[in-house]
Structure formats: C-alpha cells, structure tokens
C-alpha cells in the first residue's frame, strides 16, 4: 500500500510549525489535558465528564496570555465547563457554548452564581431527599429508551425515578439544579453498563460492586455531601464575577450572540474526528434526565452538532473551498484504502468543513492580540493518520491567525491493528494544545 499521505504530505506539512515535542519541554501539559486530575478538585469532582481537561491547565493558558479581570473568555464547545469554571474562579466573563443538554445543564449548574440562601436551602432539602426509598415503578415515568430496564436493576430504577420525582418539587430552582446534577451524576455508576468507546459496554458482574438499592442511595448520599461541602468555596467565587452566559446553541453560529472583537481568548476542545457519537456516550443522561424524550429528539440533537461521526445525519459536502489542499490529498487517500464504513472520507471532509467554520467564527469575535488555544487529538483510518492538529492548524493561518506553536501534549494510543499500519509515523498520533494570536 502507498502510504504517500503519512510518509511524505504529514512531514512537509509539519515543517511549516513550531511544532513542540514532550521530551523538549518536559511534558508541562502531560496530565492536564486529563480530567483525571481534577476528580478530587471542588466543583470538578460532582461529575466524572470524560472528555474533559484540568482547571489547572486553563490557568496555566490564562498565566501565559496574562489574561486580566477586564477581559473575556470563550469556549465554543463548553462541555461540562472546565473553562468557565476556572475563568469564573479569576474572576474573568465568560461565554460558552454547548449543542448537547446535558453537558450544558452540567455547564450551567456548575457555574452559576450561588448564595448562602441558596446552602441553607440546600441542607434542608438534603433531609428529605435522604429519606426517599425505592418503590413501584410507573410506567409514564420510565424513558422510552429501548434499553432501560437492561441498563437497571428493578430496584435501583425505581430508587432513581422517585428520586427524580422529588427533586423537580424542588422551588428553589439553583437547590434543584444542585441535586439533579448530584443525581445525574450517579447514573453510570447506579448502571449495569459503563461508558466504553463509542458507547456503553456491560460490566463484568464477577468484578464489580453488586448495583443494587442500597448502593445507588449510597452513592448518591455521598455525592450530595460532597456537593454541600464545596458549597461555600462556590459562594465565595460567586462574589467575584457575573453568572457566565452558557448558550445551549451550536457554536457554529456564534456570531448571533458574540460581538466582534470583544473576546480576549478563546479555549476548547472540540469534538474529535474519531467517529465518537457522544448522544450515544451520554445516552443514559440523556434519556434518564428527560433531555431527549423520543428517539427523533435524539436525530435533531444528532443534526445539529459537529459531523465528527456517522449516527443519524445525512452525509454531504458543502461546497469545497480548497483553502487546504492536503485536506483533499488526505481524503484521497481514505477513499483508496479498506475502510470499515465507506462513508469515513465524506465524514472527515465534513468534519474539517465544520471546524473552519467555527474557526471563521472564533477569528471574527477575538479582539486583535488575542489568543486561541485549540486542545485537540489526531486520528488514523486504515492506517491513514487525519493530523488535525495540523490541518485546523493550516487553515487558522490563512485567515489570518499567527501560529505560535503546537504544544504536543501527549501520545495516544490506537487499536493493535492501527497500531501496526501507522508504527513508523506514531510521533503524529497525538493530543496537541494548538497556540494562535490574532
């Protein structure tokens, strides 16, 4: 096979960038593109959100930008709000932007504002919430996903649907919003099943904790404690800015709601080229929290976020610009080699067609001298690396962006069949922190 894309275009195209290695600079961003980092961290630690990154290393971004309490940060692609939440803690506006309603509702109670009203209130309601017991299931309450009463056992659903009822009671709508996120939080691991992939995968029962009643309101009691007991970090950080403006809208259109050149700097990590459909990650979320209620709820959520996968959109190319032309060698490329899903190269170019876009967006709102920082991971298809790093990379130039350096964060790992196609170029597969001035 001619792999003429990763031996000879990936090399080329490299040599155009800074582009920064870990044993050249110690690895500083190594273990802070990782949510593991923060699981311990206040605020972080009420949801394990997997495609997340540290606090910490929004704050080493903000040191080197020399980011100030006049300015304001954006992150297109919020998730469950690592930007915000540590541009709130400086005491930085911020504006984010999340397509998926439950990775904004994270976004969103985890970053408004909160008073010691709203403690008190939450410590009462903690008393009644303790004292829910499982009990018979209605059927108008169960989520019409297909799969429910696998993912569940009998008693722990009927422990979960009471407790969902109890909480919607709640008046005090940021005390709701507290325990609902506790509760959503719970879910995976109340659940038979685990996030694995692209998708849910069945745990090995032999090794795991038995998941029944006892357990779920066990876990919940402790995530509700932990909550309560970062309440008052939250409320001290609630005096030093504004709530955050989260929209729960693509970021493809941000101009709607963003002024040009108001922005001092922009940070994210959008969706990977790597076929990841996150509604069916966050499926369970998403059904048990009544974010979607019926399947063709799931199919507008699926067409109107970022064609990084396969799953419920009708494929096609808007019209090709050609402002990169090794985006269309590499796409070649895909269409000569086996593939397990024809569709992939019309995915990648609608990926890239996308991104440009919010990268158009992104140019629009900062102000001149500010800065993008793009955290960003690379993939390979039939032994064919996609270097979206550099290709995002490329584009932001010429429109107009300088290129500081792409910072290579990590290394990743590939399946063993990618693994052997793609040995002699592994140094391109990789999670890099893209850095770019206006």
Known sequence: MNMNFNSKILPDLEKKYNVTYPVLRNATYKSLVNYATDLKSPIQRWYRYKEGYSIKLMQQIFDEYNVKKSDI????????????????????????????????FLAKAKTQNYKSSDANEFIKEKVKLFKIKNGKIKNTEKPKLSTIDKLFDKGVLAYLLNL?????????????DLFFLAWLSILEECSNYKKAGNGLKIRRTKLSTVRNYSFAESIFKNRVTEIEEDLPYVIETSNRVKNPQIYEHTSLEMNKFVKPKSVKGVIFSPPYANCFDYTEIYKVELWMGDFVKEYSDLKKLRQRGVRSHLNGYKISLDKDKNLVSELTLLVDELKQVKLWDSRIPIMVRSYFDDMFMAIDQI???????????IIV?????????????????????????????????????????????????????????????K
């Open 73 to 104: 940060i954006l992150d297109p692609f919020c998730g469950s709000g690592s930007t915000i939440i540590q541009a709130k803690i400086n005491g930085f506006e911020s504006i984010g932007f999340e397509i998926n309603p439950f990775s904004a």
């Open 164 to 176: 969902k009822r109890a909480i919607k009671k709640i008046k005090n709508k940021k005390v709701r």
């Open 363 to 373: 140019y629009k709102a900062l102000k001149p001298g500010g800065f993008c920082c």
């Open 377 to 437: 991971s690379n993939s390979a298809y039939g032994g064919v690396i996609v270097p979206t790093d550099l290709l995002l990379t490329k584009y932001a130039k010429k429109i107009g962006f300088k290129v500081k350096e792409l910072d290579v964060a990590r290394f990743i790992i590939t399946s063993s069949q990618q693994y052997k196609k793609t040995e002699k170029h592994k140094k391109y597969l990789r999670e890099t922190i893209i850095h770019l001035v």
